[in-house]
Each structure stands twice: as structure tokens, then as C-alpha cells.
């Protein structure tokens, strides 16, 4: 069985059986439940799939423990399909298409897998069966200059609309005969003085609707003097196309501000899949439906907007439309106060009308809504964001594996986690869903590069993560395959995918402990009333302090569910909390100031700091070497346990004695990586409020440790040490027989009299190798483990994955540090026979046949690394792959102290 789990805590060997006690979060660590398992994005790309490969897909899914997939049917950019590779498949949602559909259905729900569906073909919502009035609108306008000697009966032309949106495509709108839009609607007309000098007000603006004949398109108005602007202002459809559709799938996408609008999108896929399912969704694999981030470019109006902006702030938006497409005449402040109030009417309009319509609509149909309604921020947000997410079922974010975009305060707006566990909490949804592993990296990671930053969300409050993703391979013989522009190619054409199945158990106990759990921290902080108001990654723009957590509220939560009790912030259901923050700077209205105000009569603890490291709170967790940096936590509780996850930040081995604010229970180390529990009976409780103890993790290495109330014992000076002093390292020095596949260009074997990475050697079919090879080799032992001797097989270094075979039987898959196993009962006196197949990654092949104009490969990407520095396959740094050692055989003196 492998060891993964390093450290130097103490585990209890006095017989008790945990499992008498265990509850269900201690019964399911080792193997979760499904809902815990990740999930998939399912890319059928272009629509072209083949209902053959879908089932098998599905099956392998579901061997390597993923719990579910989110179907997300999308085009592919041109540069992407050069030869051809992927064919147009049908319309989506059309009668071909919806006939694969069931088949992925009806597999699905024989495997009791999930199953969830974008509601577009790619994003923004949208599809050809939208109607005008319901498509996307924004406003045109036309200007025409007047004096006192124009007369009193001109002629307003109607606006010019472009041919082309912002993105250089033909604008998506119908037309009548006389070349206007089949929609649109009047909005105001008004008049402006030619000359202003930046401080324009409303009253300066005459509103001459009234004056204006619709149908002769006639203004019957004479200024008394001065030369005038006027601008006919008109709403009609932008024409945005969806993002990247199918082939034969374009079409416009929604008004997201209006209810209409989402209600007839939503209903149209509610009508066209109750009958695949039977007309019961409860007893179907589809549970969800997914509307995508927004990301729509033109200037958005809609044509409830001008009532919602009255009704809302008490004034009327027309003599402010100007400002939309010219400000430097109005006056600053002026300006500014108009601003928030539209945001605010954006954001209003958008949450009720699309998120909240959506949600209506699905849950009447036994449905849940999934959005990322809270950003990412490199995109226009029209939201509230802790609002907009808490109006769902299921909120979700996402994070991308080494692809970072920084905003003029230096942090990654790609990185939203905080925000959409924050967001789950206050609103108590119980899933923290993020979209994970996002990529412009082509076949270059395994899963343990991804455990790094999976780990990282983890620590801010993800529970669940959907793996971006699966593409859908119609051929069953191609390799590596078709991809999605974005990575990552999370799918069964890995060489790595065979041995996958532990990375996702370690992601599911993880989730798991989350999902069942509640968030603790001290600080609750109060992001204020600007929108949007976006939560940038935990300790970055706010800080508690170290060794200290927090939660972030919203205006609504704030005025609807906190309150103090006897000196602590309390959210019902949620958590208690010590401090509630208020920052500095941020925008705060009357209603909340004044309640402020009344809960500090109460005796609630309100600051404007972030750090509370000087209020006399004692930190939750510390550690000795806090100013480097080197571990991260994360503290959930549920009735009398905690769980505190500890991560290790860096590349190499950390050892501290740490610090908890617990006591009254004896600590336990709960290993995600093998699902093993460790009792813990040498520690230490400091004063009434902290135990002591002393931890060791891995490079990169993650575990919780979980303080019990139910679990009482004494730090015992018998110990057993977990991993003791070594008694004995032998290096398995001399040849080892490889083995490749000729499949991909490598030899059929070879001899290695030393373990090194296959790129640096000199023949090409080594050198550019992407598979499995097989390192097999005999050594001798001495002797057996003698008594109170442990003995363990540690592979050094490797990449990127490895299973391993001692004396014909398998010892299982080791994927992260410490690549090592116990042998203790497996090895023999005398000869004993190791074997170790090592996966890595499909770059190097791709990049040896840019060199080499070999083809083993096939994939229709021709670029290793996209983005705004592109890498070709040819000139693709090749990624260290291979046995790197040194192996060793590893003798624990295990003997009591």
C-alpha cells in the first residue's frame, strides 16, 4: 500500500477502533459519495460525435471516479480545424443532435453519473430559435444639428446601424423592406446646447420626445436661439453573434436584462429535453442547467431599463443617456452618482431577470441552475456579485493552471474562488463549484501539477471542482486527439488517463470534508456597495491578519440575517464571528451606516483594519517560520469536529511545530491522498486555548488535521513513530531494463545504467518519447524486516506518474511525493524483481514530430502554448519525463521509545 503521507506526528497504537465512533464524514473519507467526486466539462466540439464513443467515454469516466459531466457543445476557431479535422455536426438542439443527447442521457443514468447542459451553443446564452424582441439590444443614435433658422418641422434620420459588431462580425439582425430592424423602439429625443464648457447638468438638456412624430420621424421644434444637438436615440437588437458556436448553430444571443427574454430561452430547452427524459427530469441523469459567464461586448440596453432605473433611484435616466457615449461634458460628480445608479440598475435587472427567472423556471421543472454569475473580472460584469451567485442554486467560479491576467493592483482577476465560496456560505447553497485547470498549455501537465493549485482553491473554499475538460473524439484511433482551444485535454487520450483514478479519489475526500462541513473564521468582512465588487484571491486586496481567516457579506445579508450576539456577528446558519470589517474606502450607504451604528451599541466589534492581529484574538493557526510563508489553512467545523486543511506551498519538505486554537480533543491527521486516519498522541495543549504539535509535509503536500470533542485521550510518551529515525538506505544501483512502446517512436527496450530524464538522451525515439515504458530490474535483500522494522520502496523522482509491481504484485499508483510504498510484507530475502511503468505527456512526441516531420501524432492544435506569446510544437521546450531516481529501499527503525 503506498505511504504518501509524510510526517513526524505520532500515531496511536493502544487498539481502539476509531470506526466504532465514526460518523459519516469519518466513514466516507476513504471513499466518498458521489456527489463529491469532480465533475467534467464534455466538449462536443463543432456537434460532431459519434454515439458509440460517447458511451465508452462515459464508461471510462466513470472508472477513474469522476462523478459527472456538464455537456458544453461549441465551435472551434478556424486556425483549430485547418485540415478539416472536425466536421460540422447538427444544429444544437436539433432533432440529430437531441438524439445523441438521449443516448448520453440514457448512459448516464444506467452509470448514476450527473449530468448537467450549457444552455448555448459555447456563450452567452443565446441560440437561432431567439426571437428580435428578445435578442440583445443596445442603443443607436443619430444627430442633427438646429438653429433658430431651421425651421420648425426637420427630419431626425434614423440611425446608422454598422455592418459589423465590435468582434469584425456581420451584425445578426433581421431587417423590413424599408431597411430598419424588424425590432426596435423609440427611446427619447433630446437636445443639447452646442456649447458647453464641462459642466453640463439635466437642465441644460431639453427632452423633445413629445415633439417628436414616430412615424414621419418629424421633430416640430424651433430653438428661440443658440445652436442645438439633437439626438435621436433609438433601442434595437446588437446583432452580438454567440461566442463561438457550432457551425450551423449561430444565432444572436439573449436580452440577459430581460425576464421574457430568459424565460423563453430557458423554456425552450425545458420543452425540447422533458421528452428524452421521459418527461420527468427528477428521474433522469440531467440535474442541471448551466448558463456560462457573461461576457457579451456591446454597450447593453434593454427596454425595461428606463422604468427599472426610475423606480430604483427616483429620477429619470433619459438626459444621462448622452453620457453613455460622451461624458467630458458633464459635470464629474455629477457623472459619477449616474454611473452607480445605472450599475445598479444593471446589476438589479439582471439578477432578477435572468438569474432568478432561470432559477424559477428550472426548480418548477425539478431542475438546479449553475452560473459563473459573479465574472471572471478580465470580462464586463454588470453585477453585484455576491448577490447575482447567491440568486442560484449552485454558484461557480474558476482558476486556470499557469495562466494568470493582473489588474493595475497586481492580482489575478482569473482567480475566483473566495468570492464564490463566500458568496455559497452567506446564501447557504452548500456547493462551491469551480470551473478548474483552465489552460492556454497543450498537452504539458499531470495530476501532479494540478493538486498544487487545486490545493490552493481548496484553502479558499472550493468544494467541488469541474475539470475543464473532456473533448469528445469521435474516432476511437487518434492520438492525442481533437481539443478544445483551451486546456486543459482532460481526457482518456492522456497518456496518463489509465492511471488518473487516485488524483480524483484525493479531490473527492477533499470536497468531500468540505461539502459537509462549515467555513470558520474570524473576521467577517463587509465588501461595501459598489458594482461590481469583485473578491480578488484570499489575502490579497483584504487581510485578517496571519493565522487568521474571513468571510465576506453583502449589503443584502448584511441587512437581512447579521446580527450580535453577545459581543460576536452572527449569520443563522452560517457562522459566528469576532470582528466585522468595514475597510477603508470602501462605498457604504445611509441605511447600512446607520444599522452599523445601532449593532456598535450592541457591543459589536466593528474596525476599519484589516489585520486584527493587535485586537487581542488569538490566531486560529500558527506556525514557527510564519513570516516565509510556507503553509496555508483553512478551518470548516461541524458539530463537535474541526478540520483544519494544512498545505504545503513549496517544492520542498516542511517541518513545524504548529499551533491550533483548540483543546478538550485529541488531534487526528485525516490523509486525503490514501484515505487513512492517523490518531495523534504526541502533542501538547499551551495555556487553555492551543494544542502543539509538530508536522511534516511533503513538497506540496496537503492533509487535514481534525481536532475531535468526541475523541478524548492524553499525549502518551509511548509513541510509534509514523515515519522514525532510518536505520538503513540502499541505493538499486547498476542497469535497468526499459521498455517502449514502438507505437510512439520508441525503442523496443533498452538498457539505462543511470536514471535520468528520456530527454536527455541521444536517441530521438527516447528523446521525444510520449507513453508508458516499463523500468524492470532484480536486486537482492540480506535479510528480512526485522521486528519493529518497516521497510519502504521509494522511487526518488519521477514524471509524471508511475504504478509499480514487487515480485509480480502491485503495489498501486503512486502520482505525488513521496513516490514511495511499504514492502514491508512483500519483500523476500534473496532476489526480489521491481517493476515500474512510468507515464508522462503527449508535448514531447508532438514536439519531436515538429522537428522530425514524423507523424505518430494527430491532433488538430498546432500550437503548444496559445495566448499572447504562442509557442509552436517545433520549438515546445520538451518536459522532463521519466525514472529519475534515485531508488531506494528504506529500512524504519520502528522499535517503541
Keep these: 500500500m503506498k505511504i504518501a503521507l509524510t510526517i513526524l506526528c505520532f500515531f496511536c497504537c493502544i487498539g481502539e477502533s476509531l470506526g466504532q465512533r465514526a460518523d459519516d464524514i469519518r466513514m466516507n473519507f476513504l471513499s466518498p459519495p458521489e456527489n463529491a467526486k469532480p465533475k467534467l466539462y464534455w466538449w462536443w466540439l463543432n456537434g460532431d460525435v459519434d454515439t458509440t464513443q460517447l458511451k465508452k467515454e462515459l464508461h471510462l469516466m466513470k472508472e477513474a471516479g469522476i462523478g459527472g459531466v456538464d455537456i458544453f457543445e461549441i465551435g472551434v476557431f478556424p486556425e483549430d480545424n485547418t485540415d478539416g479535422m472536425i466536421k460540422a455536426g447538427p444544429p444544437f438542439m436539433g432533432t440529430d443532435f437531441l438524439k445523441s443527447l438521449k443516448v448520453a442521457l440514457d448512459k448516464a443514468k444506467e452509470l448514476k453519473m450527473e449530468v448537467g447542459m450549457s444552455v448555448a451553443s459555447s456563450w452567452n446564452a443565446g441560440g437561432s430559435w431567439v426571437r428580435p424582441e428578445h435578442a440583445a439590444k443596445t442603443l443607436y443614435s443619430s444627430k442633427t444639428e438646429i438653429n433658430a433658422a431651421s425651421g420648425s418641422n426637420i427630419i431626425l434620420p434614423f440611425p446608422e446601424i454598422s455592418e459589423n459588431d465590435t468582434r469584425g462580425r456581420s451584425r445578426l439582425i433581421q431587417y423590413t423592406a424599408d431597411k430598419k430592424p424588424v425590432y426596435y423602439e423609440e427611446v427619447v429625443v433630446l437636445a443639447i446646447p452646442k456649447v458647453h464648457q464641462g459642466d453640463l447638468d439635466t437642465t441644460n438638456i431639453l427632452n423633445l420626445t413629445y415633439l417628436f412624430d414616430q412615424k414621419s420621424e418629424r421633430l416640430s421644434w424651433t430653438p428661440k436661439s443658440g445652436s442645438w444637438e439633437v439626438y435621436r436615440y433609438v433601442c434595437a437588437n446588437s446583432g452580438e453573434h454567440l461566442f463561438l458556436p457550432s457551425p450551423n448553430s449561430v444565432g444572436p444571443i439573449i436580452d440577459h436584462y430581460d425576464s421574457l427574454a430568459t424565460a423563453e430561452h430557458i423554456n425552450y430547452f425545458i420543452n425540447r429535453l422533458k421528452p428524452l427524459v421521459g418527461g420527468d427530469f427528477t428521474k433522469s441523469a440531467l440535474k442541471y442547467l448551466y448558463l456560462a459567464s457573461y461576457e457579451a461586448t456591446d454597450f447593453a440596453w434593454s427596454a425595461g431599463l428606463p422604468a427599472k432605473f426610475r423606480s430604483l433611484n427616483g429620477y429619470d435616466i433619459y438626459k444621462f443617456i448622452p453620457a453613455l457615449f460622451n461624458n467630458k461634458s458633464y459635470n464629474p460628480k455629477l457623472l459619477e452618482s449616474f454611473r452607480f445608479d445605472l450599475r445598479k440598475t444593471f446589476s438589479e435587472m439582471m439578477i432578477n431577470n435572468h438569474y432568478k427567472k432561470a432559477r424559477e423556471i428550472c426548480n418548477a421543472n425539478g431542475l438546479k441552475i449553475i452560473s459563473e454569475a459573479g465574472g471572471p473580472g478580465v470580462y464586463n460584469i454588470p453585477v453585484e456579485t455576491l448577490k447575482a451567485l447567491g440568486s442560484l442554486d449552485?454558484?461557480?467560479?474558476?482558476?486556470?493552471?499557469?495562466?494568470?491576467?493582473?489588474?493595475?493592483?497586481?492580482?489575478?482577476?482569473?482567480?475566483?474562488?473566495?468570492?464564490?465560496?463566500?458568496?455559497?456560505?452567506?446564501?447557504?447553497?452548500?456547493?462551491?463549484?469551480?470551473?478548474?485547470?483552465?489552460?492556454?498549455?497543450?498537452?504539458?501537465?499531470?495530476?501532479?501539477?494540478?493538486?498544487?493549485?487545486?490545493?490552493?482553491?481548496?484553502?479558499?473554499?472550493?468544494?467541488?471542482?469541474?475539470?475543464?475538460?473532456?473533448?469528445?473524439?469521435?474516432?476511437?484511433?487518434?492520438?492525442?486527439?481533437?481539443?478544445?482551444?483551451?486546456?486543459?485535454?482532460?481526457?482518456?487520450?492522456?497518456?496518463?488517463?489509465?492511471?488518473?483514478?487516485?488524483?480524483?479519489?484525493?479531490?473527492?475526500?477533499?470536497?468531500?470534508?468540505?461539502?459537509?462541513?462549515?467555513?470558520?473564521?474570524?473576521?467577517?468582512?463587509?465588501?461595501?456597495?459598489?458594482?461590481?465588487?469583485?473578491?480578488?484571491?484570499?489575502?490579497?486586496?483584504?487581510?485578517?491578519?496571519?493565522?487568521?481567516?474571513?468571510?465576506?457579506?453583502?449589503?443584502?445579508?448584511?441587512?437581512?440575517?447579521?446580527?450580535?450576539?453577545?459581543?460576536?456577528?452572527?449569520?443563522?446558519?452560517?457562522?459566528?464571528?469576532?470582528?466585522?470589517?468595514?475597510?477603508?474606502?470602501?462605498?457604504?450607504?445611509?441605511?447600512?451606516?446607520?444599522?452599523?451604528?445601532?449593532?456598535?451599541?450592541?457591543?459589536?466589534?466593528?474596525?476599519?483594519?484589516?489585520?486584527?492581529?493587535?485586537?487581542?484574538?488569538?490566531?486560529?493557526?500558527?506556525?514557527?517560520?510564519?513570516?516565509?510563508?510556507?503553509?496555508?489553512?483553512?478551518?470548516?467545523?461541524?458539530?463537535?469536529?474541526?478540520?483544519?486543511?494544512?498545505?504545503?506551498?513549496?517544492?520542498?519538505?516542511?517541518?513545524?511545530?504548529?499551533?491550533?486554537?483548540?483543546?478538550?480533543?485529541?488531534?487526528?491527521?485525516?490523509?486525503?491522498?490514501?484515505?487513512?486516519?492517523?490518531?495523534?498522541?504526541?502533542?501538547?495543549?499551551?495555556?487553555?486555548?492551543?494544542?502543539?504539535?509538530?508536522?511534516?509535509?511533503?513538497?506540496?503536500?496537503?492533509?487535514?488535521?481534525?481536532?475531535?470533542?468526541?475523541?478524548?485521550?492524553?499525549?502518551?510518551?509511548?509513541?510509534?513513530?509514523?515515519?522514525?529515525?532510518?536505520?538503513?538506505?540502499?541505493?538499486?544501483?547498476?542497469?535497468?531494463?526499459?521498455?517502449?512502446?514502438?507505437?510512439?517512436?520508441?525503442?523496443?527496450?533498452?538498457?539505462?545504467?543511470?536514471?535520468?530524464?528520456?530527454?536527455?538522451?541521444?536517441?530521438?525515439?527516447?528523446?521525444?518519447?510520449?507513453?508508458?515504458?516499463?523500468?524492470?530490474?532484480?536486486?537482492?535483500?540480506?535479510?528480512?524486516?526485522?521486528?519493529?522494522?518497516?521497510?519502504?520502496?521509494?522511487?526518488?523522482?519521477?514524471?509524471?506518474?508511475?504504478?509499480?509491481?514487487?515480485?509480480?504484485?502491485?503495489?498501486?499508483?503512486?502520482?505525488?511525493?513521496?513516490?514511495?510504498?511499504?514492502?514491508?510484507?512483500?519483500?523476500?530475502?534473496?532476489?526480489?524483481?521491481?517493476?515500474?511503468?512510468?507515464?508522462?505527456?503527449?508535448?514531447?512526441?508532438?514536439?519531436?514530430?515538429?522537428?522530425?516531420?514524423?507523424?505518430?501524432?494527430?491532433?488538430?492544435?498546432?500550437?503548444?502554448?496559445?495566448?499572447?506569446?504562442?509557442?509552436?510544437?517545433?520549438?515546445?521546450?520538451?518536459?522532463?519525463?521519466?525514472?529519475?531516481?534515485?531508488?531506494?529501499?528504506?529500512?524504519?527503525?520502528?522499535?517503541?521509545?
Design 394 to 897: 449552485i454558484p461557480r467560479g474558476e482558476f486556470w493552471y499557469k495562466t494568470q491576467k493582473f489588474n493595475q493592483d497586481g492580482i489575478d482577476i482569473m482567480w475566483l474562488v473566495k468570492e464564490i465560496a463566500a458568496a455559497s456560505h452567506i446564501y447557504k447553497q452548500g456547493i462551491v463549484e469551480e470551473e478548474a485547470f483552465t489552460s492556454m498549455k497543450n498537452w504539458q501537465e499531470g495530476p501532479r501539477d494540478l493538486k498544487i493549485i487545486a490545493d490552493r482553491a481548496f484553502c479558499e473554499g472550493m468544494n467541488r471542482l469541474v475539470i475543464h475538460g473532456f473533448p469528445h473524439n469521435p474516432k476511437a484511433d487518434i492520438y492525442p486527439g481533437i481539443g478544445y482551444f483551451a486546456g486543459t485535454h482532460y481526457n482518456d487520450r492522456q497518456v496518463w488517463w489509465s492511471k488518473v483514478k487516485p488524483f480524483h479519489e484525493y479531490l473527492s475526500r477533499i470536497s468531500h470534508i468540505l461539502q459537509n462541513s462549515r467555513f470558520a473564521a474570524d473576521v467577517l468582512y463587509y465588501y461595501g456597495e459598489e458594482i461590481p465588487n469583485l473578491i480578488p484571491p484570499k489575502n490579497t486586496q483584504f487581510k485578517a491578519g496571519t493565522g487568521y481567516d474571513y468571510e465576506v457579506i453583502n449589503t443584502e445579508v448584511l441587512l437581512k440575517d447579521l446580527k450580535v450576539e453577545h459581543g460576536e456577528w452572527v449569520l443563522p446558519g452560517v457562522g459566528r464571528y469576532k470582528i466585522l470589517s468595514i475597510g477603508k474606502g470602501n462605498r457604504i450607504g445611509t441605511q447600512v451606516r446607520q444599522q452599523l451604528e445601532e449593532w456598535r451599541r450592541q457591543g459589536g466589534i466593528i474596525t476599519e483594519s484589516e489585520n486584527i492581529t493587535n485586537l487581542g484574538i488569538p490566531a486560529d493557526f500558527k506556525y514557527g517560520s510564519e513570516e516565509k510563508g510556507l503553509l496555508d489553512f483553512i478551518h470548516y467545523q461541524k458539530g463537535q469536529q474541526d478540520f483544519y486543511l494544512i498545505r504545503n506551498t513549496t517544492d520542498q519538505w516542511v517541518k513545524e511545530q504548529c499551533s491550533f486554537r483548540q483543546t478538550l480533543s485529541r488531534p487526528e491527521i485525516w490523509d486525503p491522498v490514501t484515505g487513512k486516519i492517523f490518531p495523534v498522541t504526541v502533542y501538547n495543549q499551551s495555556g487553555s486555548n492551543h494544542t502543539n504539535l509538530e508536522l511534516t509535509l511533503p513538497p506540496y503536500g496537503t492533509y487535514f488535521v481534525v481536532f475531535d470533542k468526541n475523541l478524548v485521550g492524553k499525549s502518551s510518551s509511548a509513541r510509534r513513530e509514523l515515519y522514525p529515525s532510518i536505520s538503513q538506505t540502499d541505493i538499486l544501483k547498476g542497469n535497468w531494463h526499459v521498455t517502449f512502446s514502438a507505437k510512439w517512436g520508441g525503442p523496443q527496450s533498452t538498457a539505462m545504467d543511470s536514471l535520468v530524464s528520456w530527454t536527455e538522451s541521444r536517441i530521438a525515439g527516447i528523446k521525444y518519447y510520449s507513453g508508458d515504458a516499463v523500468y524492470s530490474r532484480d536486486f537482492h535483500l540480506d535479510k528480512n524486516a526485522e521486528k519493529g522494522e518497516r521497510v519502504f520502496l521509494d522511487l526518488g523522482e519521477l514524471s509524471k506518474i508511475a504504478s509499480v509491481k514487487l515480485n509480480g504484485k502491485s503495489l498501486g499508483i503512486t502520482w505525488t511525493p513521496p513516490f514511495r510504498y511499504e514492502i514491508s510484507d512483500l519483500i523476500k530475502t534473496g532476489k526480489n524483481t521491481v517493476k515500474i511503468e512510468v507515464s508522462n505527456v503527449w508535448s514531447n512526441r508532438l514536439t519531436g514530430d515538429a522537428i522530425l516531420n514524423q507523424h505518430f501524432t494527430n491532433t488538430n492544435l498546432k500550437a503548444a502554448v496559445r495566448g499572447k506569446n504562442p509557442v509552436s510544437w517545433g520549438k515546445m521546450p520538451l518536459v522532463p519525463s521519466g525514472l529519475f531516481g534515485p531508488v531506494t529501499i528504506l529500512r524504519y527503525n520502528q522499535k517503541e521509545k
